[in-house]
DNA sequence: CATGAATGAGGATTCATTCAT
DNA sequence: TATGAATGAATCCTCATTCAT
């Protein structure tokens, strides 16, 4: 019987992580859309154009695939950020640059890969990730925190409880990329972002000058 | 034939809205926790302590219970915040003082209802919310839509894409609130956030300034 | 407050015959309509104008009501047939007539009730019937039985398992009554069906002779 | 890309139709049984020895099923008719041995598939069945409706309303079978029957003579 | 490794029955 | 006696997971 698979996969030394980049991909793109609950796998399945069994050999559950697809972008966000933050310190930065450079590498993040960053940041994972999940996530907000501890103590960024300064930072963001669903966020509304988003961390040191 | 039942109807329309009102504030905690997607009726069922078919007898399904959920809370919203402009407006203000009396608005929203307005603004809707609902959301929009457009107008507020600088100020206000889950945001982060978040929406003009 | 509930039947002592009676008439048309196990108590106190509870002061259980639906009915159509054979015999008739009688007496009733008709004869009733729903349908089988035993001792009806010859008759004529669904036979289809069944009693001493 | 997938897809279709055919022929057993709306999706599961889901696998729902078995039995009757009416005509036999065809192969399906006949002329079907069930039995009535009319205008077939006729003698064979529940029906009855159903359609011409 | 039919526990919904008023 | 809101067991249906091919 002839049938067309659609696309090459089974031949090659590679072809299992190229079936499992799959399944990732179609899952992320999936769960963007339905949410992470509101997915059932046979979706995932045919979004990867593979059959649901198929996902069980790469991934030993649902909550396992959620786990993954959350892991591979949020590391992807931290290695982003972590060469954003050494090309500032390279540079010999002051807290102020160090800050905005981490800003813009989270900016260049959500602009592009859209659909990871809405199902990183707009979604409540708190039932499915794992230890290794949220390590990534504390490792970011270590280093988030600490850029803004430090612009705070150079008298760089507004005073006020940083973490709540990150929240609304991303929250800001996560915001933006709502307002264009779908949809590239264009270039215009990115600077006007990144003025607005600046003004709120230096607010107060502007009122003071 | 007109008979008196004297307070038969009333009694049970009383004891109705009663419990339709504790179903929909079970609805409102036990979705908010878990997701409407992750919540089971039964669940909100416990939470409200009647038993599953009671809450068949006043919402005819999940989606419905959902629907009315939503449209509680962002009908509220919407009365606190024509409330609001109605205050300001009253007091010949500008539309400065107009976009301040929304965001202040909200923000108390946000603070006396803090489950409502997660569970508002903090999900994916989309799968299920009806036109009703979406009415009340999108009235709520062009109000603040129709006050950020005229504040640019006025050079109150920085230009820009005024559904963005919405999306965005919500967002923060969603960031702000998940700073500090399950307990009410300190007065402290409240006035950081009010300075932060108008420095958003003025950045251009202090700039200029 | 005025109501109004649409009938008298709180007064007078006999009250609650009438009450018992109105959701009688509305459980046949309703069972009749959707099917004992298809109808829900709920649409039968709609019908009968009455709440669900009014329902179970009268009949213990959907199950006791289904029975006296079909009690009553049944009753009625034996009855009629009794009178029907009281005539008869009173008449002296010979088996022929007295046949004859018991097949318009039946036909009558079919006539005259077609909802009663179609929910005793059409209807698996296996399932709830009770002892004493069933003692009436035997009295009538036997009562059947024996006149067309004693027709076909006397020659006037073919041969042939008196059962089977019966169950033939009724078949017939619910299909009779099946062929104009919501309306009354019309009077020239009686005639026919009368010839027609009559020609299958004695289709054999036909061909005899 | 096109693969030969060898007897895998076969392999699955295959075992897809023997499972279906499975649920098929319990859900008839069950539906004759307990009536369509009596009895439990888990009911058929057990007599086809499967699991629930499966059911859902291969019919949508339970009224799905329904129309399905309906469909199934109701085609193979028509099938039947066919073979028998062809048969009838390439003999060049007159209207009265196309409707006596037509009668024995009514009569010989309900001996042999005693379940499929009562459970498509003994149930209301009403409720569930779908267009293309319905259809089905259009075709079955116009086919029969045609052999009675040709009757008649031939002189074979007594006057009368020709679905009457044709519900009477559908019904005359449902009440032969309704005689002996559980059971086949005697050869001897079969004869009597015979008889007596070409009787019911020739009274009046045997009258006339 | 890939496939997708089969599984069955779990969740949404219905409805006969009860009982406080 | 009548009412109808409340109850929860029973039922339909879903979907994560398994496993024979």
Redesign the pocket.
């Known amino acids: 019987m002839l ?1 067309d ?1 659609g696309r090459v ?2 031949q090659g030394a590679d ?2 992580v ?2 499992r980049d799959a399944v990732l991909a179609a899952a992320l793109a999936v769960f963007t859309e339905y949410t992470y ?9 045919a979004a990867a ?10 991934f ?6 959620g786990n993954a697809v959350y892991r591979q972008w949020k590391t992807q966000m931290l290695v982003d950020l972590r060469a954003a933050a050494g090309r500032a310190g390279v540079a010999g930065a002051d807290s102020r640059a160090m800050v905005l450079a981490l800003w813009r590498s989270t900016l260049d993040f959500a602009v592009r890969h859209p659909d990871a960053f809405r199902f990183l940041e707009y979604q409540q994972h708190g039932s499915y990730l794992d230890a290794d999940a949220r390590k990534v996530t504390d490792e970011i907000d270590a280093m988030c925190l600490a850029a803004i501890t430090r612009g705070q103590a150079a008298g760089d960024i507004r005073a006020g409880d940083p973490g709540m300064l990150i929240a609304m930072l991303l929250g800001a963001l996560v915001g933006l990329t709502r307002a264009y669903p779908g949809a590239p966020v264009p270039e215009a509304a990115l600077a006007v972002a990144e003025q607005a988003v600046w003004a709120m961390l230096t607010s107060e040191a502007i009122d003071r000058s």
């Open positions: 049938v698979t996969r089974n072809q299992s190229t079936t609950g509101g997915t059932r796998i046979a979706q995932v399945a154009e593979v059959a649901v069994g198929t996902i069980y050999r790469h030993p559950s649902k909550e396992a695939l």
